[in-house]
Structure formats: structure tokens, C-alpha cells
């Protein structure tokens, strides 16, 4: 996994990759910003405009907000958005990023047709649902477990990741009731890359280009442990 993620890492110079990966991280920031302008705007439509402090000071509350938190209030929303972010993330480049990977790794391999748009929107659409529900019954956990709701954080969403991308990978190459027979029989492996990949999505700025590098990084693992050799998608 790590000389997986090595080869990722190593790639991010190359022309092809690199466009993919600025573009990512340009819609990641666009996103965050959108939503944190959304979420500004709500709590300036619950909230009053001014606050009174005792002794008769008042505070517009959304400009102080503003001046003082907003970068920090940006990297906390970040930790929290990262994750269904690099999920819809997925049916918009891991074609791109698999394609670049395959074509200086693996040039042997022939190319294969890019999956169906309605395929990947489909997965796309289907996991992000599954995503969110799943950590919508979580989050009730992530109050009883105290200090470990990192780690079931992690891990509830490194199943989730790792299932999802894995997947979209192996379609390419194996069809869908290919890649879902090969996630089964890496199912351990798969959630071990995935909550390794769940964790830096948590740590505000490095969280910007691990979805780009997720999915170069699952190209590489689905390669190891399948090794399709000329197979391609029937």
C-alpha cells in the first residue's frame, strides 16, 4: 500500500496528472467556499444581526465572525466535507487519474472505453447516498464512544471509500460483476487502504489533493493484487 501510494505521490509532477490534480483541488476549494457561504448566510437568516454584551456593547456578529474565524472556520468545515467531497469526486476524475496512471505504469495494458457517463453518475450517485446514511446512523456513535470517535470515523469511512473506489477502478477493466467479485475477495485489504486514505482527509489543507491521490493510489493496488493482465471490460 505505501509503494502504491509512493507511486501516486511520484506521479503528481506529470503533466497529464498534474492537470487533474489542480483542477481537483480548484473545485474542492470552490465547493468549500460555496458551502461555507451557505452556512454564513443561514446563520445570518436564525441569528440576530447584533449581540449586547453587558455593559451595553453591541456586536455585529457575522462581520466579527468574518475578520476573526473565517480561515479557521474554512479548515474546520474542510475536515467535515472532505469526505462525501472525495466521494462525488470520484465519478468526475478517477477515469482521468486511472487513465494517466495505466498509461505510464502499466503501458502494456490496452486501453479500455471510458465507463458510460450514466454508469458513473449511477455509482457516483448511489454511494454518496450510502455515504451519508451510513454517517448520519453514525454520528449517534461518534457521541457514545467519547475519545475513539476519530477512529470509528476513520474507519466507517475508509470501509466506505475504499468499497467505493476499489470499485470504480476495477470497472474499467473487470465490468461490474467483475470488480464487485474482486472487492469481495480484497474486501480486508480494501478497508485497510481505505481508512488509511479516511485519515489525512481529516487534517485541514493535506485533505485538498488526497482524493486525486486516493484514486491513483487504488489504480495501483487493484493492479497488485488483480493483475488483469490483458483482460479488459467486456
Do not use: C
Not at 114 to 122: K, V
Amino acid at each position: 500500500m505505501l509503494t502504491a501510494f509512493g507511486r501516486a505521490l511520484a506521479q503528481a509532477t506529470d503533466r497529464r496528472f498534474l492537470r487533474v490534480l489542480l483542477l481537483g483541488i480548484g473545485l474542492t476549494v470552490a465547493l468549500l467556499f460555496s458551502v461555507y457561504g451557505v452556512f454564513l448566510w443561514l446563520l445570518d437568516w436564525v441569528l440576530p444581526e447584533t449581540i449586547t454584551l453587558p455593559g451595553g456593547r453591541e456586536i455585529a456578529w457575522v462581520d466579527d465572525l468574518l475578520s476573526v474565524g473565517s480561515i479557521i472556520l474554512m479548515l474546520v468545515l474542510s475536515v467535515f466535507l472532505m469526505v462525501p467531497v472525495a466521494s462525488a469526486f470520484t465519478g468526475l476524475f478517477l477515469e482521468d487519474v486511472a487513465a494517466a496512471v495505466e498509461g505510464r505504469y502499466y503501458p502494456h495494458l490496452p486501453p479500455v472505453p471510458r465507463l458510460p457517463w450514466s454508469d458513473a453518475l449511477r455509482d457516483s450517485v448511489g454511494f454518496f447516498g450510502l455515504l451519508v446514511a451510513v454517517n448520519l446512523v453514525a454520528l449517534a456513535l461518534y457521541f457514545v464512544v467519547g475519545p475513539f470517535a476519530p477512529l470509528l470515523f476513520w474507519a466507517v469511512n475508509g470501509f466506505l471509500l475504499g468499497r467505493e473506489y476499489f470499485q470504480l477502478v476495477a470497472m474499467r477493466r473487470l465490468g461490474r460483476q467483475g470488480a464487485i467479485a474482486a472487492r469481495k475477495r480484497h474486501r480486508g485489504r480494501i478497508w485497510l487502504a481505505g481508512t488509511l486514505m479516511a485519515a489525512p482527509l481529516s487534517i485541514p489543507l493535506v485533505n485538498l489533493v488526497i482524493p486525486i491521490l486516493g484514486a491513483a493510489t487504488f489504480t495501483h493496488l487493484f493492479h497488485a493484487w488483480e493483475r488483469p493482465g490483458q483482460g479488459t471490460r467486456p
